[in-house]
Every structure is written in structure tokens, then in C-alpha cells.
């Protein structure tokens, strides 16, 4: 079983950081009743866990029958509003719970007309339903969704908190043999990203490999573009766009990019002018076609 499923918190007191969304969340339930909600700030930092557990605290018993989540970075149509997402919402609800609760997981993915077409389902059946909205990016999302929810920014957490969940995993699981110099880098290296740090662990955990290792197979595909870069940048090209076909969002393989750059030994001058071209390309991610901004990309580079 994967550990960011296994140590997800059920319980909003178990959250960590994110104090302020905390204690609203706790609050809530205790009232039995909650707005809306929107989480926003980069991957890692425990939006989708946060949701997950404010709607386990509220529904209790009856989460099952009545949390329903779409990623609505997979299915971003119109349609999907139209009919899954309207169809729950006019649904009755199950047992004793106090409304039904719906997950929207990377709703920055999600085009403008249907988000609109939500807007007008969340005013609607406002009575049976509270929605949970998260995403990277809050300005991708329309101001008549923002407006509509308690808005809360889940900034990075500290070395501190990751290096605290990170341990009391490592006391459930029984292991003892990463030193806490090696966990502290390890971290470092993660850009303070939760769920990536859990899963890196976990991997060199089955493969009995150090963390250290572990970090630069992670960043295999990404040293592999910057060696294309001097060899052949058609199929440097190629490379990089495999990476987004496969699944990789442009702020991954900028961020992987980033940190295989400055793990080279390229010379000082050399390695800040990568860095400012990727900086500058996740930058343009929110604006510009993928394709088009890897194109531009290589091309800089």
C-alpha cells in the first residue's frame, strides 16, 4: 500500500500546518456545517488531505455514501458538469449526514465555461451539496467560483513538519537506518514537497537503496534532456515533449530540469543560465501552450 494513502490524516486535528484552514475546519465541525471551500498553493502541501479529512470529521459514518470526488484536471468538460457533477448534486442525501460533500481535485485544469456552468450548480442546490476545490494555481480559477468559497492558501511547510511526519512514519514502518543529516538533506532536495518526499522514501525503502540514490534516479529523465541538450537537441526536443505526453505537468519537468541542473558540474556561468531559462519557462507555463513553451524552451537552452 502506498504510504501517502496509508498516513493520509482522517481526523482534521491530524492535519499539518495549514493553521489557519485548520482551525476554521475544526470549527465547522463542530457546527455540523461548512462553506464551500477552496485550497490553493503548490503540489505537496496537504490540500487534497486537508479535504479529505474536513469531509471524513463532517460526514463520519456516512463518507462513504456521500463524498464524491472527480479530478477535474482528467475530466475538464462541459459535459462533466453537466451531467456527473449536476446528477450528485440533485441527489438526495444518504443516512444522517448534513449534505453530500464533493471533491474537485486540480480544478485549474477545468475550462472556463465549465467552471460557469458549476457556478451555477453550487448556487442551485446550495441546500445538498458543499464543494471542495483545489488547484495549483488560483488564478485559473473564475472569480465567480473564488467568491463563492472560504478561500485558503496551503503555503510550502517547514523542513521541520516534513521532517516530523517523515519519522513518525519511519517509527510505524520499523526503520532505522537513515540518519536524521540524511533525512534533512533528502528533504532539502524535495522543494519541501510532502507527498514526494513520502514517496521517495518509500521507494528506497523497497529497493534498499540510500536516499541519495534514490533522489538521482528520480531525476534520471531530466539528466538524460540536459546530456540531449549537448548532443542532439532534436532529440533533446523529443525527449522533453515525451515527458508531458507521458503525464508530467510543466511545472515537473521544470522543477526536474532545475534540480538536474544543479546537480551537473556545467560551469557557474553556464548553470545560471539554465536556471533562468526554466525559471522563466514555468514562469510562461500559465499562459503559453505546452508544446509550444517546451519549443521554446529547448531553444533557449
Known sequence: MLWTEKYRPNRIED?????????DAISWVEENNMPNVLAY???????TAGMIALAKSILKDSFEDNFFEVNASDDRRLETVRTTIKNIAQSGVMGDAP?????????????????????????????????????NDQTKIIFAL????????FSPLSNEHILGVINSILEAEGITRFSQDELS???????LDLRRAITEIQAAKSSNGTLKAQITMSLEDYSKALELLNTNKTQAL??????????KTMKEICGGLHDATLNTEMEAKMKF?????????????????????????????
Open 41 to 47: 498553493g503548490n503540489p505537496g502541501n496537504g490540500k
Open 185 to 191: 538533506e533528502f528533504i532539502a532536495s524535495t522543494s
Open 273 to 301: 543560465k539554465f536556471l533562468r531559462t526554466i525559471g522563466e519557462a514555468e514562469w510562461r507555463s500559465s499562459t503559453m501552450t505546452p508544446k509550444v513553451l517546451i519549443s521554446w524552451m529547448v531553444g533557449q537552452l
Open 238 to 247: 523529443a525527449h522533453i515533449q515525451g515527458l508531458y505526453v507521458s503525464g
Open 146 to 153: 473564488q467568491s463563492r468559497c472560504a478561500n485558503y492558501h
Open 99 to 135: 449534505f453530500r460533500i464533493m471533491l474537485l481535485d486540480e480544478m485549474d485544469g477545468m475550462t472556463t465555461d465549465a467552471q460557469n456552468a458549476l457556478k451555477r450548480i453550487m448556487e442551485r442546490y446550495s441546500s445538498n451539496i458543499r464543494f471542495m476545490i483545489t488547484c
Open 15 to 23: 492535519l499539518i500546518g495549514q493553521e489557519h484552514f485548520r482551525l
